[in-house]
């Protein structure tokens, strides 16, 4: 089981891939933009972040730049 925090701003794949990592007993955290992800990552420092590229508010790369950056957060997949 891992700590998942899922980052998709449309809500149909948001909500399949959601069920699809729960329904493989990991524990799913969700952000609807790259800012929010941000956020809950700091808070939730989940084990993995899956990113969507195109977001309102901060794209996926400049989130996975934020992340390796960030204190506590650079070793997450």
Known sequence: ???IL???DEDIQRKAVE???KAADHVVFLAT???QA???AQDKKPDVI???MGMPKMDGKTLCQ???SAPGLAGTY
Do not use: P, Y
Request: positive net charge.
């Open 50 to 52: 899956l990113t969507d």
């Open 33 to 35: 933009n790259g800012a």
């Open 1 to 3: 089981m891992a700590r």
């Open 6 to 8: 899922l980052v998709e």
């Open 66 to 68: 934020k992340v390796r």
């Open 19 to 21: 069920a699809m990592l």
């Open 38 to 40: 941000l956020v809950l």
